[in-house]
Every structure is written in C-alpha cells, then in structure tokens.
C-alpha cells in the first residue's frame, strides 16, 4: 500500500517540484495551499508523513504543527525561507521531526522522507521486543504509552524526545555516538546532513533539568546517560586532581 503525503505550500512552484520528486518515487502526495486546508483534511484522512511550510497565509506551519500535534504523532517536515537557529529550534520542540531551509534539494528532501519511513517501520518491528517499562534514576518510561515521568512529574515530550530518551535508557551502559542516533532514532544515513541529534538532545537537557539523570556530552562522538550523583562526583575528582599540593 502506499504511504501517504501532504505538503502544504502558498508557494504553486515548491508545492509542485516536491509533489513531483514523491510521486516519482510512488507516494500518494496531495498538495495544498494552505495550512489550514490540510489541517482540516488531515482531521478526516490522516497522511502518513506531513510536510508544512513555516509561512503561509493564516495560521503559520508552526501553528499546523502544533495542532496536528494534538491528535497525531505522525512525522512532519518543516520548511522555510528562513535561515534562522530561533525557527530550527520552535519547529523541533513543537514536535516536528526536521527542517529544511529554501533553497534545498528535493532529492536530500526525498532521502529524508524515505529515512523517516525507514525508522517509522524498525520501530514497529521492535516495539514487541522492548519492554513496557524502563527506569533510569527518577526517570520513567512506558512504551506503549509513550509516555514518561521524572519521580512524580509527567515529562510532556515529541515522539523524537520520547525515542531518544528510551534509546538511551535502553543503551546506559555505554556512549551512544551522534551517527548511532541519526541512524536508530531518526533513520538516516550518514550522507544525510542534519543538527536534528544535537538540537533534540540540548531540548531533552532542558526538559530533564529537575530530574535527577544528564546527557553527558562525549567531545567527538556522542552523548551518554548518567545520573546526577555521578556527574557530581566526577566534577568533585576534577576539582581534586587539579588542587596544587602544598
């Protein structure tokens, strides 16, 4: 059967040259030149992938997003004229799972849609085998819910959030690299260019800053879970070592 995509694009020339590039590689794309009109179409018929524009007439795409948000966890692409950290940063933390700036190439546009499809379809082969519960610390995960709590509070976080932090729950024994992370988590393949590890692990840091579990940074490779009290301890041996003798 084959996967579903909207694109929503005021701009006829963008809506077109990526229907053409999908449909060339067998989705079913429908474009639309709105936000609004795909969001209401999507509440009836929802896609399997959704690729929204940040400005559009109406309500921008990060509105769409956030709304679609609330009903779906479907993946969804941003796109925008705007070479800006402030939007990269508003559309991952609204849920989005990446973003592209125009001018791009529609066939680093494909790749990536394929990657997502790729990791959309290894999660639902293993989502038999995980656990239903996983505990690091204060930190709690449910799989089938896909929810998470830090000791009594509930961590509101994007389906990557979730995903990244069950992986590195799951990998706590161990550095996780950045290249691991795009290919288990997001699916890409090393070729694809992206921040979107680094930019969701400094979101994730801000979302687990009352817990009791940090994201450690591995300088030149990746990221690995550690609890609060060791982080502590390490810093106390640093400051120790690094005391002149007397």
Known sequence: MKKTIYIADDESNI?????TFLEREGYDVTAFPD???LLRYFSTNPSDL????????GRDGFFICSDIRKISNVPIIMLTARDSDADYISGLSLGSDDYFTKPFSP????MKVKA???RAEADSRKADHIDESLHFEDISIMTKTKTATAGSEDLQLTPNEFSLLTYLIINQD????RAELLDRIWGYETEVETRVADDTVKRLRKKL??????IKTV???GFRLTSLSDRNSDAAQEDEDSTPET
């Open 209 to 214: 800053a009352k817990s009791h579990v940090v």
């Open 15 to 19: 809506r077109n040259l990526v229907l």
């Open 174 to 177: 161990r550095a996780v690299s």
């Open 107 to 110: 066939i680093k546009l494909v």
């Open 50 to 57: 959704v690729i929204l524009d940040v400005m559009m007439p």
């Open 35 to 37: 936000g609004e009109s």
């Open 116 to 118: 997502i499809f790729r």
């Open 219 to 221: 300088w030149g490779y």
